[in-house]
């Protein structure tokens, strides 16, 4: 199974909403903004649709996730000609094709210089459908905002970018208690056009270790990229130039670790099943802006016989990186605010008007506030001009940090 489904898209959504989308226009380059507008998931495990209808024809050139995993498991765009379905219809719409994915904090995607992915216009892109798959219900009444800004412009590219992926369609299951199961997939390529592969992205679950992709051809194996999909998943860049042609075969193997589970685990949309997903993303010639409807997913079951070859480096994990695991560690919380009484111990400051919290990196908190100045109504004119500067800089320590346990670790900034 893909990160979405088998069949029609969404078919585990709640909600699905098409509006026109928000767009900031300069110089032929705008902003196109998909994101979530203020929902929380009703239970855990949820999937929620949302979705713009793309009125002006341009080229994405970059994708801006605003996300975080301590509330979204992942985030997927979607690409679709037509929207068939009543608006908060739970199936969604057929035939939609991944623009791009997002999981674990992973960065922003940038297309290479004169490569852009088509929408609207003579792309069968005229809608953009945001899919967020929530792992944990919120605490309280929060709302979620998640999403993706786009980098969009209306200048035509040389070169026009799609998304090929490899998926596993759960026809296959992981047994329990083995440290390394392979599970294999394979397509032969039948486009006749120069495909240039320039970004590959790995997806998993819990169980993922080692996600590989190949290019296949006259006894040769090239290797397209190798993730580890405990790691942010993000489009990491294909180190070597390859070009993938008719004829060639495309192949991706996970390597799974069921080691910690007494039983069979499937391929399955939930946090508990898996998955097993190798994205590459390639450009090709703008004449062929076709090509991007035809070549864009493989959920074939593998050659086997091709699998016997397989080049044994797939099977090495990568280097430890101690930074991608801290960035990429899954929250087991549940996002949202929690009221501790008694929290906050005895202070020797006392706390004025608050004017901004913030969280530190080391999860310390950080107050702003203004001592003993208070501001009202009196303290701009009409034209927002501040009417207190005679009385100087707030003498009192105006930031105040105090560590999760709410002990006072340090104060500072007064008369700034």
């Given at each position: ?7 029609r ?45 793309v ?53 922003a ?6 490569v ?7 792309s ?7 899919q ?8 309280g ?7 993706v800004?786009m ?11 799609g ?5 596993a ?6 047994p ?5 199961f ?26 993922g ?19 580890n ?6 489009f ?10 008719k004829?060639?075969?495309?192949a ?26 190798f ?6 010639e ?34 430890p ?19 501790i ?34 501001w ?5 004119d ?12 707030i ?16 104060r ?5």
């Amino acid at each position: 199974m893909v990160e979405y489904w088998t069949s029609r898209f969404c078919q585990l959504i709640i909600f699905c909403l098409f509006v026109i989308g928000n767009i900031h226009a300069l110089n032929g380059v705008y902003d196109l903004d998909l994101k979530m507008p203020g929902k929380m998931p009703s239970k855990d495990e949820e999937y929620i649709c949302y979705g713009i209808k793309v009125e002006q024809p341009g080229y994405i050139t970059e994708f801006i996730p605003i996300a975080e995993v301590s509330r979204v498991h992942h985030m997927i765009v979607f690409g679709a000609m037509i929207n068939d379905n009543a608006p908060g219809s739970s199936l969604g719409v057929p035939s939609a094709k991944i623009l791009y994915a997002w999981a674990r904090n992973a960065p922003a995607l940038k297309m290479p210089n004169g490569v852009g992915v088509p929408i609207s216009g003579r792309s069968t892109v005229n809608y953009l459908i945001l899919q967020m798959h929530y792992n944990l219900k919120f605490i309280g009444s929060v709302l979620d905002y998640s999403g993706v800004t786009m980098k969009v412009t209306s200048n035509h590219p040389t070169y026009v970018a799609g998304v090929y992926i490899l998926y596993a369609d759960g026809s296959v299951s992981i047994p329990p208690k083995i440290s390394e199961f392979p599970m294999n997939i394979s397509c032969a390529v039948e486009e006749d056009v120069i495909i240039h592969p320039f970004a590959y992205r790995t997806h998993a679950h819990s169980l993922g270790r080692i996600i590989t992709g190949y290019k296949y051809r006259d006894n040769k194996w090239t290797l397209i990229g190798k993730g580890n999909p405990q790691w942010p998943q993000w489009f990491y860049p294909v180190k070597d130039k390859i070009t993938i042609t008719k004829g060639d075969t495309i192949a991706a193997q996970c390597i799974f670790d069921s080691t910690s589970r007494g039983n069979t685990t499937q391929i399955g949309a939930h946090g508990m099943d898996e998955m097993c997903n190798f994205y590459m993303y390639y450009f090709v010639e703008l004449k062929h802006l076709d090509v991007l409807e035809d070549f864009s997913a493989c959920g074939s079951s593998a050659d086997e016989n091709l699998f016997s070859e397989y080049p044994a480096d797939a099977n090495k994990p990568l280097p430890p990186n101690p930074v991608f695991e801290k960035q990429a560690k899954m929250v087991a919380e549940r996002f949202g605010p929690e009221l501790i009484a008694d929290w906050l111990q005895s202070l020797d400051v006392a706390i004025g008007q608050i004017s901004g919290i913030a969280i530190d990196g080391d999860d310390n908190v950080l107050i702003f506030h203004r001592g003993p100045r208070i501001w009202d109504e009196q303290s701009f004119d009409l034209n927002n001009m501040f009417l207190q500067q005679d009385k100087g800089p707030i003498r009192n320590d105006t930031v105040l940090v105090i560590s999760p346990a709410g002990k006072l670790l340090k104060r500072w900034g007064g008369g700034l």
